[in-house]
């Protein structure tokens, strides 16, 4: 992140890079890619597996899914392990297993900026910020408003912004000032100039799909070959519960197979209204849902690498409304994560709550489901930073105030936070001090209390007076005066004129064809 | 929690029970005894656990404790296990072991009312209210001040109302408007009368521990046989960090160690001031601190119950101020379960936080030490609801916001959120709606729909448009609205009017022989 010649210059004779390191509005963890060493937490035993299993199976055979894409169904019957009826398609538990066998357990995804790689599977635990509200709420509008381009673009520098979030999810808010037949190109462009970390393309049509990849290997500097020989982003699509998946979101899904790209299937089940009130059985139809779209990327580029999500939670019984950070929406995580584990596919969850607005409510629902993304060994968690309102408001204030929290996750899993070495048991460090006195001055304590804790950059440890004399500052105001600092301190990250010149050059041309059809 | 004769009736000509009961200002779960399923999270390895031990061990054997009463002195040289060198006593890890062993792994404390029998110990996971803070602060005030008899009254109220509050802790706020040698007599007699959950005294000298089992006795209609034939109530004492014990605390851990009362022993070393700045050096110091205890305990009556407590935590390197909820926390909790298991003593933890007020800060903080406090298998959750300030203030609002994250813990440990029968897995639900359509009418929805998911109390799940024709209200405030309607419908449990008078002929009694003394 360091300056460059290529970096393009800001206006308004801003002193340069080192003096505003030296008035950085937060100190942050550095960038790094948490592995998660916790023993996952399993609700299910093997019998409870197995019933799963076996229900996503029946689902698979017995009553199918619907393809409203004419290619798929064609691509599927022509794999010779499927009955197609009309646009439903049933697959035997032997087909789908030995299609799932192909993907990949663990795989990377390379950005522009390769020390931004990002690795998904295994033990590692990424981060990704909020994505598609069509909403905004901000500390000093105080009022939910349709998003624009302006907002768009500040999230998008939090999430550059912040080491924490390790790969761009969809628009972090849906600038509806910008027409959708070219929403994607603009906001295309501003990922790919304001972000260096990995992209995201939604799979809205062709049109949207193709000129994302083309944007994303313009900016990477990539041949076509280049960009087909390995991960360079991802796009992450959502049946149509119950047991549907739509044109749109199969076609990109189809188009990224082709071209080696990283592909997540999320089915969104809420339990009680688009899948069984049952959690199990909500669960068993979202892997029945994600597996059949993971066959048909395997069947059509084998070994392609896919991960399956999950959005299993419950709706408000009264209300219908749906709710998240539930405790039936953790066990739904942490049971599909043992799914996953079954299947040997990574995993994705994410980072969510139903409420409306940055306050203690905001944070329990958060935590709870940012603990379950961590006790379901989770890999990508989407959402992790910004989301309000069950997923229709972004927000600046809880995008910061969730990154104090996945900084807290990072550190949790550094081993420094458990060993037990001689030097960690500091049995002299005691004798030393005996039966009176402090710890505070000794040598055992100074040479490691710049690095012992965690350090929060958002949390006010001061006692009750020093932070009422700081002017007794509830959290989203901190968060959004750090909010405010951040976008007047920010740089984009180094882009190589030529790159971002062609860039342009494609938006451009790309628009005076039209951009993308709108009735999808 | 019925109608009795016997009731209190409140002044005002109020309608009866059943009627405030079709107004009641919340829905809340009912009292149980939750079961911790989980599979505790464990970052030490068997090396890990062994490292930890050896040095709890070697302090006791080379280091040694400070006991700062003669009384214990005497006690431990006579047991034939220990070297005594002036205040400081010197035990072998075999004595040590042997009477930890002692120690039951799992007992039950039954208060005056019996229905309210709490498990402490095998995977029972109780939580107790805030304790002891000597300020309070409310919406309404919108300031810290000094606690009255009346906050800590409104306090106990809650404390009795919240079925998830399954024990009663020291005072929920320091009544500083009582003079400190009648304090006890006045709180005790509240939280006898306002409450009927189990009861805690602090050891603070004799007059208050002995005056505390004779109203507990009393309050329960007991002979004194009857009271020292199983455990009523509990203490919670605190070495004075690094390898203190003090004289008062002791002297209380030894009368109720007598009557075979609980014991809970929670050292006070925050890493990097009263403890090494390393975690696990910190938890072995913990032990060390804990298990003399114990062994005193088991050395005056084999048996007795006992329970070890964490507080371990780290400071702020910039202040030295307390932090808590930190990753560091986390996993110094997790250890100490680990190390509790190793020991098979039951475990006390807490739910704490460093925020000021009852905003996001204070949620994820909170959230985080319950979790460390579900994750490490902890029996006892001391200030579960309505810590702020690092126990410096009580809340009300707090206290209610954390009552709702209990009860959803409550609810992620039911085995219902995890079931895999057919009926779970619901593929004929699954069947009948296909592949079109939804599950909000079926009837295997309608046959569950009213029990199958957690309903909040406190949680807005409305849309943002709901909430804010409903008046935009954030947590902290609806908390607070909800602490006035429970106010308003609370009900004293019943008691028998005799007892009541004896209650009252015993405070005043001791009141006229002038308490306790107040220079401990």
């Not at 990949?104 to 910020?129: A, M, Y």
């Not at 808010?173 to 994607?184: L, M």
């Not at 584990?341 to 203690?360: K, T």
């Amino acid at each position: 992140m360091a300056g460059s010649d290529n970096r393009r210059k800001r206006s308004g004779g801003r002193a340069g890079a080192a003096t505003r390191r030296g008035s950085a509005a937060i100190e942050q963890s550095p960038w790094r890619l948490p592995i998660n060493v916790d023993r996952p937490t399993e609700p299910l035993d093997e019998d409870g597996i197995a019933a799963i299993h076996d229900g996503a199976m029946r689902i698979l055979e017995e009553i199918g899914i619907a393809f409203l894409n004419p290619e798929a169904i064609e691509i599927l019957r022509k794999s010779g392990g499927c009955e197609i009826d009309g646009e439903i398609v049933r697959m035997g538990r032997d087909f789908v297993m030995e299609k799932v066998a192909l993907a990949p357990s663990q795989f990377d995804i390379t950005p522009r900026n390769p020390n931004h790689k990002i690795t998904v599977g295994g033990k590692h635990l990424l981060f990704g910020n909020v994505s598609s509200p069509p909403n905004y709420w901000d500390m000093a509008l105080g009022k939910k408003v349709p998003g624009t381009r302006e907002m768009c673009q500040n999230l998008l520098k939090l999430t550059q912004y912040f080491n924490c979030i390790h790969f761009s999810g969809g628009y972090p808010v849906e600038p509806v000032d910008v027409h959708a037949s070219v929403r994607h190109l603009d906001v295309l462009f501003d990922k790919l100039t304001i972000t260096d970390k990995v992209m995201h393309a939604y799979s809205l049509g062709k049109e949207r799909v193709e000129d994302v990849m083309e944007m994303v290997r313009i900016a990477g500097g990539l041949s076509h070959e280049e960009f087909d020989a390995k991960p360079r982003m991802y796009t992450n699509i959502n049946s149509t519960s119950p047991l549907k998946h739509d044109y749109p979101m199969i076609d990109g899904w189809m188009r990224l197979a082709r071209r080696g790209q990283a592909l997540v299937v999320t089915p969104f089940t809420l339990a009680g209204a688009m899948a069984p009130v049952t959690m199990s059985g909500a669960v068993a139809q979202s892997l029945a849902e994600a597996l059949c779209a993971v066959v048909l990327a395997q069947v059509i580029n084998p070994g392609c690498p896919c991960v399956i999500g999950t959005f299993t939670s419950n709706v408000d019984m009264k209300s219908g409304a749906p709710a998240f950070g539930t405790p039936e929406y953790m066990r739904a995580t942490q049971m599909t994560g043992q799914m996953a584990r079954f299947y040997d596919l990574p995993m994705r969850s994410s980072g969510v709550c139903a409420a409306n607005v940055p306050d203690g409510q905001a944070m329990w629902e958060t935590s709870n489901s940012l603990w379950a993304a961590v006790q379901s060994g989770t890999h990508m968690v989407y959402h992790a930073a910004g989301w309000l309102e069950g997923g229709l408001i972004a927000s600046p204030e809880k995008f910061i105030m969730d990154c104090e929290v996945l900084q807290q996750i990072q550190r949790y899993m550094e081993p420094a936070t458990f060993a037990t070495t001689p030097d960690d048991i500091a049995l002299d460090a005691i004798k030393s001090v005996g039966n009176d006195g402090h710890f505070f001055g000794i040598q055992h304590t100074q040479d490691r209390y710049t690095t012992a804790f965690y350090q929060p950059f958002l949390s006010d440890w001061k006692n009750y007076e020093g932070w009422e004399v700081a002017g007794g500052i509830w959290t989203p105001e901190r968060a959004h005066n750090l909010f405010l600092q951040i976008l007047e301190e920010f740089e984009e990250p180094p882009m190589d004129i030529a790159i971002r010149e062609e860039l342009s050059e494609f938006v451009a041309r790309r628009k005076k064809e039209g951009g993308a059809p709108t009735d999808y």
